[in-house]
């Protein structure tokens, strides 16, 4: 079983939908990053949270630390939002990221 | 500018050669990593250096080196490339936190598509 893990692999979603992303991990962490990674391959980060909930734009990300599970939201999904979600949890009191495999998000108009 | 370059951006090569990956970033930050992608996997840590006197291995390191020439770089080596070391890799920074375990952001290069035939 991987340390970190990520549901669903692959979402397809219609523009406008509310769209959810989750993530599990079975380590103690430090902080969860969550990552967004292009079709042409570069990866931005777009949150790192270690309590609570963070919003930018139309991205929510929260985290239950309790029950060591994340979600990333996107409210009034886009094509442009067409990505792989990536989430990374930080083991605590180290620098190791373990990442999860990815969720393959497609936006249709 | 980008933050953080990498070159080559896209490289073939044979089995048994040597090929180096640059990595170069301009954020001033102490730490910098190297990863490897592969199709449904997810990102691996191979080598990371937390100043230019301090490199470690990940958890993939077998098959790699590194050198990390100044703050600014960080070059990845594959000494005999071989088949399955053929993937996506990433190079990436972070700032050091205060209590010397880094919880900042961590910025990625754009990859570079290796080949290895």
């Known amino acids: 079983k991987n340390e970190v893990e990520q549901s669903p692999q692959n979402l397809t979603a219609q523009e406008g939908e509310f769209i959810t992303i989750n993530c599990s991990y079975s380590v103690g962490i430090s902080a969860l990053h969550w990552l967004q990674q292009h079709p042409g391959g570069g990866i931005v980060s777009l949150f790192m949270?270690?309590?609570g909930k963070k919003k930018h734009g139309r991205l929510i990300a929260t985290i239950n630390i309790q029950e060591k599970h994340s979600s990333l939201h996107i409210t009034a999904s886009h094509p442009r939002d067409s990505a792989v979600y990536i989430c990374a949890a930080l083991v605590y009191n180290t620098d190791k990221l373990i990442f999860g495999t990815g969720t393959r998000l497609q936006v249709f108009p | 500018d980008a933050d953080v370059t990498q070159t080559p951006r896209n490289r073939i090569t044979k089995t048994g050669k040597r090929i180096m990956l640059e990595c170069s970033q301009t954020k001033g930050h102490d730490r910098m990593y190297w990863y490897r992608q592969d199709p449904g996997l997810g990102l691996r840590l191979i080598y990371y250096s937390f100043d230019v006197k301090d490199i470690n291995k990940g958890e993939i390191s077998d098959g790699y080196s590194v050198s990390r020439q100044a703050q600014a770089k960080f070059s990845l080596s594959l000494e005999s490339a071989i088949p399955n070391q053929t993937a996506l890799y990433f190079c990436?920074?972070?700032?050091?936190?205060?209590?010397?375990?880094?919880?900042?952001?961590?910025?990625f290069g754009p990859g570079t598509r290796l080949t290895v035939l």
């Open positions: 949270l270690s309590s």
């Open positions: 990436a920074t972070s700032d050091s936190g205060l209590a010397g375990t880094s919880t900042d952001t961590q910025y």
